[in-house]
């Protein structure tokens, strides 16, 4: 079992900045790429920014330049620094991981991010 904890999500002005964190707990020993996705109303899900164990990233294009994707394997928390944030960035947005042990999927509750003036 793997449980994933977001945090730092809030109401924020254009141009503006925030930092989302996922902790992860339980068997995270098992843990391999840990990934950040989002979904606003009315929308689909997308995969925003994803990092391996090793530290290899990839973005979506729409966030490519502002987004930054980190992770600390010691403390089984991955980062996600979002700069220059825009109203269409408006989303609750979720961590994700796979055990690399079982295959499960394992999801976090979400935080909002709301970019509004």
């Known amino acids: 079992q793997v449980q994933l904890v977001e945090s730092g999500g809030g109401l924020v002005q254009p141009g503006g900045s925030l930092r989302l964190s996922c902790a992860a707990s339980?068997?995270?020993?098992?843990?391999?790429?840990m990934n950040w996705y989002r979904q606003a109303p009315g929308k689909q899900r997308e995969l925003v920014a994803a990092?391996?164990?090793?530290?290899?990233?990839n973005y979506a294009d729409s966030v490519k330049g502002r987004f930054t994707i980190s992770r600390d394997n010691a403390k089984n928390t991955v980062y996600l620094q979002m700069n220059t944030l825009k109203p269409e960035d408006t989303a609750v947005y979720h961590c994700?991981?796979?055990?690399?042990?079982?295959?499960?999927?394992?999801w976090g509750q979400g935080t909002q991010v709301t970019v509004s003036s």
């Open positions: 994700y991981t796979r055990s690399t042990s079982t295959g499960r999927d394992y």
């Open positions: 339980g068997s995270a020993f098992s843990i391999g790429a």
């Open positions: 990092i391996t164990r090793g530290g290899i990233t």
